[in-house]
């Protein structure tokens, strides 16, 4: 039996008031990689994420994640990590693995708590009184921590330093299960570079590059973030 693409969209098109973000959008991903989303602003990154994730409707084409259709059951098979704090101000690190553990079935508690342990975050502080990197750190502990065959990460190392990008991402690769997809949405290329498999570069809600990485860094002899700045420069 053929195992069924991570993910696979078809003429994938939404608009907000109007404006068209995602033009027609075709992509295939298969599973046991780690693939960078990059573009500028207004690309579609964020967008996309969401529609595989479910959490946006009223798109026109077809998606499929694992060969579902973006519904309960494509959710259940997905971890999403959106780019804004989704967790509670009085939530402390216990409160939060507790509230996963009821809501996803296939969350490792014990793995989350390890997460939190890696990370050196204190069990005894509410979110609130947590720097945006450690409330950063727990939220990626929390998706990491699903058995999940798809993980979208919406700019998971975004708005910390350079020390922390660098541990958050040890603390993702050291939780990534090898035969699931990993999509991760940042601009900080030189950063993620290192762990990346393939890469796609959107602009204007189009697909302007996929590719292997190694490949497309033998191709244009350069780094992808070079590449990057090139590609968004012309």
Request: no cysteine.
């Amino acid at each position: 039996m053929t195992t069924p693409l991570a993910i696979e969209v078809t003429g994938l098109t939404k608009s907000y008031r109007g404006r068209t973000v995602l033009h027609g959008l075709d992509l295939r991903l298969a599973p046991g990689q780690i693939v960078g989303l990059m573009g500028d602003n207004g690309s579609g990154k964020t967008t996309l994420l969401k529609i595989l994730a479910g959490v946006l409707a009223e798109w026109e084409g077809a998606v499929r994640i694992s060969g579902h259709e973006p519904g309960p059951e494509s959710k259940a098979l997905v971890s999403f990590l959106p780019d804004a704090s989704f967790l509670p101000d009085a939530h402390r690190p216990a409160d939060s693995i507790a509230l996963y553990s009821r809501f996803f079935a296939d969350f490792d508690e014990a793995k989350a708590q390890q997460m939190v342990d890696f990370f050196g975050l204190p069990w005894d502080r509410t979110l609130k009184e947590m720097s945006k990197g450690m409330r950063e750190k727990l939220q990626i502990s929390l998706a990491m921590s699903r058995r999940a065959q798809v993980y979208l990460l919406d700019e998971p190392i975004s708005g910390v330093d350079p020390a922390s990008r660098d541990v958050i991402l040890r603390g993702i690769l050291s939780n990534f299960d090898e035969d699931a997809l990993l999509l991760i949405s940042t601009h900080l290329i030189q950063d993620v570079e290192q762990i990346l498999d393939s890469v796609l570069f959107l602009r204007g809600g189009e697909v302007l590059l996929h590719g292997g990485a190694d490949e497309l860094r033998a191709e244009h002899g350069a780094s992808l973030d070079a590449l990057f700045r090139k590609v968004y420069k012309s």
